[in-house]
């Protein structure tokens, strides 16, 4: 069955620190890939998909991800975090096999002021 | 303009109570979903609707069932409420149940079971 793993269940980090968050999946056929913000108390917002093309997708608020098929990877970073940035952040894929959305367990950043 | 909209947006209730919970969406979506998310952050999916159709039903309880009276509205409703039912439910929407698309969450229901 398809999978979607996050290594990273808490990080905690200082502003204007790197951020790298871990996401694989399994399932060797076609992908689409997203990452999901979910800030205290609030909704699911997209931070940036990926359906196709450029294996390095941009997203909003400086966050960026890589899909790297051959480690079935789709890896979050943003170079600087703020303070605001603290969250739960989620991946979510899709696959050819099923339509339906799989989430990974989820990631809780902290960024300290 | 809500794109998807849930309400309650908070529920407290008994055990053993019936509750419902209803999602619109205005996006002109064709599929629908419920999930729920525990305490411990963890999304899982419990139903999904096509065109007022169910394709996924998830190992589910019989106490929770979804009603779409039409592909705009998913609607979920929990008979005999128990402890372990609290929980955020997301109702969510997308273009079609298909690749390259991506999912709208509603900003998520949270019931609580005393």
């Known amino acids: 069955a398809q999978s979607v793993s996050q290594h990273n269940h808490h990080v905690i980090l200082s502003e204007a620190a790197s951020l790298e968050l871990g996401c694989n999946y399994s399932?060797?056929?076609?992908?689409?890939l997203f990452w999901y913000v979910q800030y205290p108390g609030q909704h699911l917002q997209l931070l940036l998909k990926y359906f196709s093309g450029d294996p390095l997708v941009k997203g909003i608020k400086g966050f960026e991800a890589e899909f790297i098929k051959s480690k079935f990877s789709f890896n979050l970073r943003k170079p600087s975090v703020q303070w605001s940035d603290t969250a739960e952040y989620f991946c979510?894929?899709?696959?050819?096999?099923?339509?339906?959305?799989?989430f990974g367990t989820g990631t809780r950043l902290k960024v300290l002021a | 303009d809500t794109a998807v909209s849930q309400t309650p947006k908070y529920l407290v209730t008994q055990m053993g109570n019936d509750k419902s919970i209803k999602c619109e969406q205005n996006?002109?979506?064709?599929?629908m979903y419920w999930y729920k998310q525990d305490s411990k952050k963890f999304l899982k999916i419990m139903f999904s609707?096509?065109?007022?159709?169910?394709?996924i039903n998830e190992t589910v309880p019989n106490r929770f069932s979804p009603k779409s009276p039409d592909k705009a509205h998913l609607n979920l409703h929990i008979n005999s409420l128990e402890l372990g039912d609290s929980a955020v439910y997301f109702c969510?929407?997308?273009?079609?149940?298909?690749?390259?698309?991506?999912?709208?969450f509603g900003q998520g229901t949270r019931l609580t079971v005393v």
């Open positions: 979510a894929v899709t696959t050819s096999g099923t339509y339906k959305y799989i």
């Open positions: 996006l002109g979506h064709d599929t």
């Open positions: 399932y060797g056929g076609t992908v689409n």
């Open positions: 609707y096509n065109n007022k159709e169910l394709i």
């Open positions: 969510a929407s997308r273009p079609r149940d298909r690749l390259n698309t991506e999912a709208f």
